[in-house]
Structure formats: structure tokens, C-alpha cells
């Protein structure tokens, strides 16, 4: 299965500000997505990065909060933009290949101050 | 009613015991089902993979899926403290769970003590 890798890891932000989560796949895949983890929750579809397109997001997630890129089949970055508190999470980046269940990276876990 | 049911637990059961895990769902269009093991600070791995109806064994796992009474299940046998994680259920309608509609339970956590 392909290896997946999200950078950072972790981290801590001010509210108002924005953080780039990277997720980089070591071959190439058609569909990657992006997921949030909240506490307590289920993991939750973000929104579908398209390469060479924008973005399809699902229900209650926006654009302008979620800037998705996907500038090839290898790499693509979720932006979470004016956090607040809300928004601490962990963040997961998912890679689907040749109608095989979706493997997961290990996630950014964020939090907002 | 949410979509996908599943018993957050925790759970705890000694080393060496059968360990049970649930999901129930309301939705009858779901065709591919799985389970992921999720450690503490790292994603979700994928344990056992079924479509449709039915058994699916790998070593001490086994995956059932009861589709008339929209309920699956994880046996683990022999539980390991290296067992210890949380448990997700999810589904998905079709395309093998490759795209991104799958659905998940909040999941179970499980520890096995020595």
C-alpha cells in the first residue's frame, strides 16, 4: 500500500492565524482526501483534492476555510485558515487506490490557543 | 438517527480473552464494510476489509457482516496488549471504499491488560 506522509506532525497556533498541513505519497494515486478528528467524534470527510481542479468539499465545510491544492497525483495541502478553537483537531490526509478501502496518513494534530 | 452506530467503550478485557466489537447502521445502500485499528497518535490502519454479507478471517481477526440485520462485527481471538487501540467501523457505498464517502463510527477503545 502506498506510504503516506503529513507534515507537521503537530503543532500549536493563535487564533487567526492559518497553518498548511502537506501530505506527500511516495507513488502516484487518483484520489486523496482530506479528513478532520475531533475529540469524540467520528472521522469526518473534509473534502476530495482533485488534481488539476479545485476542490470538492462536503457538506459544512467551505473553501474559504479549508484551501485544498492538488498540484499532482503525489502532493496535496489542506490549509486551515483564522483558526479558533474550534478548529483543534486532528487533521487527516487519506489516499484511495484501484477500489481498495482508503489508507490513512498519521494525521496533524492541531491545536488553537 | 446517525448513520453508523458504535459503543465508544473503553473496554477493557485481560490478556488471552475474546474480544467483541460492534456497529450498527441504518442505511441499507452500504455495501463495502470495514475496520481500521487506530494507535494513539498515529492514523487509522486498516485491519479487515468485507463486501456484502459474511465472514472474513486473517489470523485472529475475524470480520462479520449481517446486512438483513444491519449489524457488524470484529472478533478478535486471543487478545494481545499489542491490541490495544481504537477500533473503527466504517462503510461505504460502492467503489471499494477507495472514494471519499466512507462513513465511520466514533469508534471502541480497547485495552487488553497482561
Known amino acids: 500500500s502506498a506510504v503516506i506522509s503529513q507534515k507537521p506532525s503537530r503543532d500549536i497556533c493563535q487564533r487567526g492565524t492559518s497553518l498548511t498541513i502537506q501530505c506527500q505519497v511516495d507513488?502516484?494515486?487518483?484520489?486523496m482526501f482530506w479528513y478532520r478528528q475531533q475529540p469524540g467524534q467520528s472521522l469526518t470527510l473534509i473534502a476530495t483534492?482533485?488534481?488539476?481542479?479545485?476542490?470538492?468539499?462536503e457538506s459544512g465545510f467551505v473553501i474559504d476555510k479549508f484551501p485544498i491544492s492538488r498540484p499532482n497525483l503525489t502532493f496535496s495541502t489542506l490549509t486551515v485558515s483564522n483558526m479558533s478553537p474550534e478548529d483543534s483537531s486532528i487533521y487527516l490526509c487519506?489516499?484511495?487506490?484501484?477500489?481498495?478501502?482508503?489508507?490513512f496518513g498519521d494525521g496533524t494534530r492541531l491545536s488553537i490557543l | 438517527q446517525k448513520e453508523v452506530e458504535q459503543d465508544p467503550g473503553p473496554l477493557s478485557v485481560p490478556e488471552g480473552a475474546i474480544v467483541s466489537l460492534n456497529c450498527t447502521y441504518s442505511?441499507?445502500?452500504?455495501?463495502?464494510f470495514m475496520w481500521y485499528r487506530q494507535y494513539s497518535r498515529k492514523g487509522p490502519e486498516l485491519l479487515m476489509y468485507?463486501?456484502?454479507?459474511g465472514n472474513k478471517e486473517d489470523g485472529r481477526f475475524t470480520a462479520q457482516v449481517d446486512k438483513s440485520s444491519k449489524y457488524i462485527s470484529l472478533f478478535i481471538r486471543d487478545s494481545q496488549p499489542s491490541d490495544s487501540a481504537t477500533y473503527l467501523c466504517?462503510?461505504?457505498?460502492?467503489?471499494?471504499?477507495?472514494?471519499?464517502?466512507?462513513?465511520f463510527g466514533k469508534g471502541t477503545k480497547l485495552s487488553v491488560k497482561p
Open positions: 487519506s489516499v484511495g487506490v484501484s477500489n481498495q478501502p482508503q489508507h
Open positions: 507513488s502516484q494515486v487518483t484520489m
Open positions: 483534492a482533485n488534481q488539476g481542479s479545485e476542490a470538492t468539499y
Open positions: 442505511n441499507s445502500a452500504f455495501q463495502y
Open positions: 468485507t463486501y456484502s454479507s
Open positions: 466504517a462503510m461505504s457505498f460502492n467503489y471499494g471504499g477507495s472514494q471519499g464517502n466512507l462513513i
